[in-house]
């Protein structure tokens, strides 16, 4: 079942385009991920809440808050991230340049970061999002995950995005179960790179009718109640510490920035 929306986005090639920054604002970094394309189809889709997982330094979010800005509607991104040490993320390194990036934009208020892995937290942040930014690990198990878990958290007719489709068998194995499983229909961009010059691609997927988040939650082999529980656990063991490293970096960056 094809998407309908425009070859103009489905098969946009993530070139750049002037942004109005705000003053003070931080160039977009450089990233893997196709944050041009990611500005054109919030743009286009106009959703009142995006979703990244996967956030690393921040460049995604930030084009995505330009972009409902530009849009004039309020800035709502929601990032997930549990800032590990893995592929291009140097975990607190990440972690602090995330926040540099953030509050230079002046739209820290509508972008929030939940420091955890999507399995934990998502499950239980009750909430939808009408738009989905899937690009955490590429791990399969991880993959699927990540994508059953953005079908539950969009209404109907929301759309997610997973980057990496192309490049990444474990990524595509996990994107087509979702899509198989449910008969969602779904375009695969076979033309985006990175900043290295290799061919990404990613797959965007809509949610065409109302699918029960319970039931979704069940496909990953383990039911809502056993989320909750691991909520718990994550949150008990590492709360005091992240709150501490984060009170660090938060004091130091608004030194810096005041």
Not at 100 to 106: K, Q, V
Request: hydrophobic share 35%; glycine share 8%.
């Amino acid at each position: 079942m094809p998407i309908e929306l425009s070859s103009n986005l489905l098969d946009d090639d993530n070139h750049e385009q002037a942004l109005e920054l705000p003053d003070g604002s931080r160039p977009i970094p450089v990233s893997s991920a196709p944050q041009y394309t990611l500005y054109r189809l919030v743009r286009h889709l106009r959703p009142r809440s995006v979703l990244e997982i996967g956030t690393q330094v921040g460049g995604s979010a930030m084009t995505m808050a330009l972009a409902m800005r530009d849009n004039g509607t309020p800035v709502d991104v929601t990032c997930v991230d549990p800032f590990l040490r893995t592929g291009d993320n140097d975990g607190l390194a990440s972690l602090a340049e995330w926040y540099e990036n953030i509050l230079s934009t002046g739209m820290k208020d509508g972008i929030d970061l939940l420091i955890s892995t999507s399995g934990r937290i998502l499950p239980s942040v009750g909430r939808s999002f009408d738009f989905v930014f899937v690009d955490g690990s590429h791990e399969f198990l991880n993959v699927r995950e990540d994508c059953y878990l953005a079908l539950s958290l969009l209404p109907v007719g929301g759309y997610f995005l997973a980057h990496d489709y192309l490049s990444y068998e474990s990524v595509k194995k996990g994107c087509d179960e979702v899509i198989n499983r449910f008969r969602l229909p779904y375009y695969v961009n076979r033309i985006q790179k990175n900043y290295r010059g290799d061919l990404c691609g990613w797959v965007i997927v809509r949610k065409e009718a109302d699918i029960r988040a319970e039931s979704i939650i069940e496909c990953l082999g383990r039911r809502p109640k056993d989320y909750r529980a691991s909520l718990v656990k994550f949150a008990r063991k590492n709360t005091p510490r992240l709150v501490k490293t984060l009170l660090r970096r938060v004091f130091r960056l608004s030194r810096h920035n005041g």
